[in-house]
């Protein structure tokens, strides 16, 4: 084939074959300087593909690889971005809502921190309930988000004016507006269908043999089982529960009893087992008391340099026990759901830790990261 084409017949020296060829390549080119697979879309690029990180020390004790989904390196900075992106794109699908649309959701926690963020980024306005006895802190931090807050009195689940139900009939009396509903919308169990639990299998070389991770919603734990059970039936799928908690019971005993104690841990532990939880494929659940959770973040903080939350203590301490359970050879994943700067006023005081009976319990060494 002639590819050279005179030029008088074109404005181009090449026929359309390679012209065509050249202006892809030139395409090609430019895209990769911009968009080159390293730099991610925005805030919303930056959810999920988190990096996969090696807990040195207590792989090294027990032999076993344990490794963690660095979840605080999500764009809002927590495991709940992933739910967050998630659940709007799940209302936009549903045409439930569109351009400078509302999203409401009822939270104290992550999860409204993961909205406001996706709301800036995306072009919504974001409402979030929440129970009047949270921080003044989380309060502050989503308002500097951009959401509206509304924090209504303390009523239990079945009280038509818990914050959830409150969330829900405030979508509802309004247009283009959605209520994403975490606990009972199934999109949050998908997110980890889809991402979390792929990117366990790709970045193990399907080298895994167990996960564990604590639950709230539920979605992080049933959506990363769900899509590693059918990869390999015999990953072993570890709920890590705090105290205080009704999933350890019903999991280990059928019946939906709450362990002793309320945790130092937030965001994780229910009373009932969600949407999101139904049908999670559960091989067996460990319960973790506070005391090891948080002398796991501190461990965490003193020996590899990582500043986390409890509930990241909580699911690393469980993490450790199943390895030393299942013994040398074994790779065991969880994550790191988000950075100890939220829980900095409490987890991190000394009075506070003494008063919940904790600071007594814990290693002499770690108390120099404490303050008063
Ligand atoms: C800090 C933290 N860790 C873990 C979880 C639990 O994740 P999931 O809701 O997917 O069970 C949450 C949920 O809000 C959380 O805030």
């Given at each position: 084939?002639?590819?050279?084409?005179?030029?008088?017949?074109?404005?181009?020296?090449?026929?359309?074959?390679?012209?065509?060829?050249?202006?892809?390549?030139?395409?090609?080119?430019?895209?990769?300087?911009?968009?080159?697979?390293?730099?991610?879309?925005?805030?919303?690029?930056?959810v999920?593909?988190?990096?996969?990180?090696?807990?040195?020390?207590?792989?090294?004790?027990?032999?076993?690889?344990?490794?963690?989904?660095?979840?605080?390196?999500?764009?809002?900075?927590?495991?709940?971005d992933r739910a967050a992106y998630f659940l709007i794109k799940d209302a936009?699908?549903?045409?439930?809502?569109?351009?400078?649309?509302?999203?409401?959701?009822?939270?104290?926690?992550?999860?409204?921190?993961?909205?406001?963020?996706m709301?800036?980024?995306?072009?919504?306005?974001?409402?979030?309930?929440?129970?009047?006895?949270?921080?003044?802190?989380?309060?502050?931090?989503?308002?500097?988000?951009?959401?509206?807050?509304?924090?209504?009195?303390?009523?239990?689940?079945?009280?038509?004016?818990?914050?959830?139900?409150?969330?829900?009939?405030?979508?509802?009396?309004?247009?283009?507006?959605?209520?994403t509903?975490q606990?009972?919308n199934r999109a949050n169990k998908l997110a980890h269908v889809e991402t979390?639990?792929?990117?366990?299998?790709?970045?193990?070389?399907?080298?895994?043999?167990?996960?564990?991770?604590?639950?709230?919603?539920?979605g992080?734990?049933?959506g990363?089982?769900?899509?590693?059970?059918?990869?390999?039936?015999?990953?072993?799928?570890?709920?890590?529960?705090?105290?205080?908690?009704?999933?350890?019971?019903?999991?280990?005993?059928?019946?939906?009893?709450?362990?002793?104690?309320?945790?130092?841990?937030?965001?994780?532990?229910?009373?009932?087992?969600?949407?999101?939880?139904?049908?999670?494929?559960?091989?067996?659940?460990?319960?973790?008391?506070?005391?090891?959770?948080?002398?796991?973040?501190?461990?965490?903080?003193?020996?590899?340099?990582?500043?986390?939350?409890?509930?990241?203590?909580?699911?690393?301490?469980?993490?450790?026990?199943?390895?030393?359970?299942?013994?040398?050879?074994?790779?065991?994943?969880?994550?790191?759901?988000?950075?100890?700067?939220?829980?900095?006023?409490?987890?991190?005081?000394?009075?506070?830790?003494?008063?919940?009976?904790?600071?007594?319990?814990?290693?002499?060494?770690?108390?120099?990261?404490?303050?008063?």
């Open positions: 084939m002639n590819l050279l084409r005179p030029m008088n017949q074109s404005r181009s020296v090449y026929s359309p074959v390679v012209s065509n060829m050249l202006q892809k390549w030139f395409q090609n080119l430019s895209f990769n300087r911009c968009f080159s697979r390293d730099i991610r879309q925005g805030l919303v690029g930056m999920g593909n988190t990096p996969m990180v090696r807990i040195n020390k207590i792989s090294d004790e027990t032999g076993c690889e344990i490794l963690a989904k660095a979840e605080q390196c999500n764009g809002g900075g927590s495991v709940k936009m699908t549903k045409g439930q809502l569109s351009a400078g649309g509302t999203v409401v959701e009822g939270t104290a926690g992550n999860t409204g921190i993961g909205l406001a963020h709301c800036l980024a995306m072009g919504f306005k974001c409402v979030i309930y929440m129970p009047n006895n949270q921080s003044r802190e989380k309060i502050d931090m989503l308002k500097t988000l951009g959401a509206i807050v509304n924090p209504v009195p303390v009523v239990p689940w079945d009280d038509p004016n818990n914050y959830n139900h409150q969330a829900r009939r405030f979508a509802e009396s309004l247009t283009n507006a959605c209520w509903n606990f009972d979390t639990g792929p990117e366990i299998w790709r970045e193990t070389g399907g080298k895994v043999h167990a996960v564990t991770f604590g639950s709230g919603t539920g992080t734990i049933s990363v089982g769900t899509f590693l059970k059918e990869k390999n039936s015999n990953i072993r799928v570890v709920l890590a529960d705090p105290q205080g908690s009704v999933l350890y019971n019903y999991f280990k005993h059928g019946k939906l009893e709450r362990t002793p104690g309320n945790s130092i841990t937030e965001g994780i532990g229910q009373g009932r087992v969600t949407e999101n939880m139904k049908d999670a494929p559960i091989d067996d659940a460990i319960a973790v008391m506070d005391v090891d959770a948080v002398n796991m973040t501190f461990r965490l903080l003193h020996e590899e340099g990582l500043f986390v939350g409890a509930t990241t203590g909580l699911n690393v301490f469980s993490a450790y026990e199943l390895a030393k359970q299942m013994g040398p050879g074994h790779t065991i994943v969880t994550c790191l759901c988000d950075t100890g700067h939220k829980y900095y006023a409490r987890l991190f005081n000394r009075n506070v830790l003494r008063d919940m009976e904790l600071l007594d319990k814990m290693p002499k060494i770690y108390h120099q990261y404490l303050h008063d």
